[in-house]
Structures are given as structure tokens and as C-alpha cells.
Nanobody, 125 residues
Framework: QVQLVESGGGLVQAGGSLRLSCTAS????????MGWFHQAPGKEREFVAH????????YYADSVKGRFTISRDNAKNTVYLQMNSLKPEDTAVYLC??????????????????WGQGTQVTVSS
């Protein structure tokens, strides 16, 4: 059974930083592209960032480019999202996802096979 477990969310002031982690079990992590998405109340789920198998390929939504960094440690089956210069509009539940069929990853949530439950990030102004 595949499980993705996110952690690291919390309450932070605008301009602050958080580091999210997502640890996977039950799949060959090094052969899965990983993505981060977020969903704010009343809004659709949106793409944040994705990373390929080896970590050498990354891609970001325009809204987070230059502020967020996605990385992975295949030895620990974990993907990270370092979030700096946080803004109130970053407030959302952040979810990680695994795509077994892509080497580089994708921004389309329908392509992902497995999802975590999410971790809440709240940025106060």
C-alpha cells in the first residue's frame, strides 16, 4: 500500500519560511516523479512545483518561482518544499503527489497516481 505523509506545515508571518516534507512508502520512490500542489478554501487544487526522478529536473508555478525550492532525497524516500518569503496568498493545504509514469513530472494533477493527506500552511499578514 502506497502512503505519502506530509509534515512541516504551520502558522507563519508574512515574509517567513517553512520547509515541508513528504515521505513515501510502498513505492519505488527513485522511479517516481513528485509534485507539490496546494488547495485554498473554496478554490481548486493548484500546481506548485514538481521534480523528476534524479532531482535534476524541476519546474515551478509562476506564483512561487524564486521563492520556493523543491528537492528530494531518494535515500530517505522524501521530497521537500522549501518556502521562503511567504505571502498571505500562499495560505492553503499543501499536498504532495507521486507520478509513476513520468521521469520529469508534470503540472497536471490528473497524471499523479498517489496523493498525501496534506499539511496546512497559514501565512498571517
Amino acid at each position: 500500500q502506497v502512503q505519502l505523509v506530509e509534515s512541516g506545515g504551520g502558522l507563519v508571518q508574512a515574509g517567513g519560511s517553512l520547509r515541508l516534507s513528504c515521505t513515501a512508502s510502498g513505492l519505488t520512490f527513485s522511479n517516481a516523479a513528485m509534485g507539490w500542489f496546494h488547495q485554498a478554501p473554496g478554490k481548486e487544487r493548484e500546481f506548485v512545483a514538481h521534480i523528476g526522478w534524479t532531482g535534476s529536473w524541476t519546474y515551478y508555478a509562476d506564483s512561487v518561482k524564486g521563492r520556493f525550492t523543491i528537492s528530494r532525497d531518494n535515500a530517505k524516500n522524501t521530497v521537500y518544499l522549501q518556502m521562503n518569503s511567504l505571502k498571505p496568498e500562499d495560505t492553503a493545504v499543501y499536498l504532495c503527489a507521486a507520478d509513476r509514469n513520468s521521469v520529469r513530472g508534470t503540472s497536471y494533477d490528473a497524471n499523479y497516481d498517489y496523493w498525501g493527506q496534506g499539511t496546512q500552511v497559514t501565512v498571517s499578514s
